[in-house]
């Protein structure tokens, strides 16, 4: 990621499981410019990352992605979400279990909405999954950035994929 911010860039926020894993693969997409690691969708304020894992707190691990819409789209975004991880499993992906760790999409703008909402019917009609698809889409609620450690948690040790 090494593209500028600028101030056209525009935001989306994804829930798709750990969100070490989530924030590299959208680290990776040329014309994003910045990725935060947080929680959103939960009635705490200020959440910790242990108060999160209780799973009484109502947040999803989320990545924040700042992309700029002359270099990626959002529909490409939504692309890369549905293609890493298993929009079919509820309340977990593959070894990490809570509702804290769902599939979810946040939108922003109701154009985010429309496009989250037309490119999850695409997916169900396709007859990829056996499954239905639990992937929700919900209107963006406040921020709250994790804690340092987590951010960038994969690019800091080396690793391009969560080891687990």
Not at 53 to 79: A, I
Not at 97 to 111: C, D, E, L, N
């Amino acid at each position: 990621m090494n593209d500028k911010k600028n101030s056209n860039d525009e935001r989306a926020t994804f829930g798709a499981g750990c969100f070490w894993r989530v924030e590299e693969i959208f680290r990776q997409i040329a014309g994003v410019t910045e990725t935060v690691v947080g929680y959103m969708g939960g009635a705490m304020k200020n959440p910790t990352y242990e108060d999160v894992c209780t799973d009484r707190t109502g947040h999803v691990e989320v990545v924040q992605v700042m992309y700029d819409p002359v270099r990626v789209t959002y529909e490409k975004l939504l692309v890369a979400f549905w293609e890493n991880h298993d929009p079919t499993q509820v309340n977990r992906q593959g070894p990490d279990v809570g509702k804290h760790y769902r599939s979810v999409i946040f939108y922003g703008t109701p154009q985010q909405k429309l496009a989250a909402e037309k490119s999850k019917a695409e997916r169900e009609k396709s007859g990829r999954y056996q499954k239905p698809i639990a992937t929700a889409i919900e209107p963006a609620g406040i921020f709250y950035a994790a804690e340092e450690y987590h951010q960038k948690f994969l690019a800091k040790r080396g690793l391009g994929s969560c080891p687990i």
